[in-house]
């Protein structure tokens, strides 16, 4: 069946954040599986890990609420604060962004941090763009331990998790798609959250502007001004 046939709104959903859902595809399934699988966690933590926008810090935040974790920036971890005044009676820990947050005080911070997490029973959630192994880490003993932990990736969404981002985009803003238009986007587009909602907001304006409906003409219209605005699309 061709997708512009079929509109995938029975994906598999969990309650996150506001009014979001977390759609759960084959490109993100094996993430969502560890995070069903904590506490039962073979290790002291797990490293979460994919392009911008593909969901990973909205699947964190599933974790974090669910398990009540301490979520740190690395500017605090850095400040040179004690790992026992930091964690408090907190047993997990949130990192996000550790390709920019490491450096040679938050690394030593994590270190000592990661140490006692491991000696009290609890665990870290630490989320980049690129695998732990691809981390830039000087600290020897850092670098060991953490690659050492369970790594699993989000994709880059697949077309059944794509459609229904944008199909939702649309009805968030109480905007009919039809499946044409739905197809033309899908085929079109940069295949990232980010440019699903970039784009909803963009024909939504559009057309009520003009006071149309959205239709292929204006989709097309739309997807030119954002590449020539140098755009993520």
Known sequence: MALAEQLPLDLPSRSAVGREDFLVTPCNEAAVAWIDRWPNWPMSGL???????????????????RTHALTLDWAALAAGE????LLGSHLTVLLDDAENGLNEAGEEALFHL????VAQGGQVLIIGRQAPARWKIMLADLRSRLTALPAVSIEPPDDALL??????????????????????LLARMERSFAAARKIAAKIDAAALARRKSVTVPLAREVLAQLREESSVI
């Open 82 to 85: 004690e790992a026992h005044s």
């Open 114 to 117: 990661h140490n006692l997490l």
């Open 163 to 184: 459609a229904a981002v944008i199909v939702k985009q649309f009805a968030d803003r109480q905007l009919m798609l039809n499946q044409d238009v739905l197809a033309f």
């Open 47 to 65: 490293a979460l890990y994919g392009p911008a926008a593909c969901g990973k810090t909205h699947l964190a935040e599933v974790w974090r609420l």
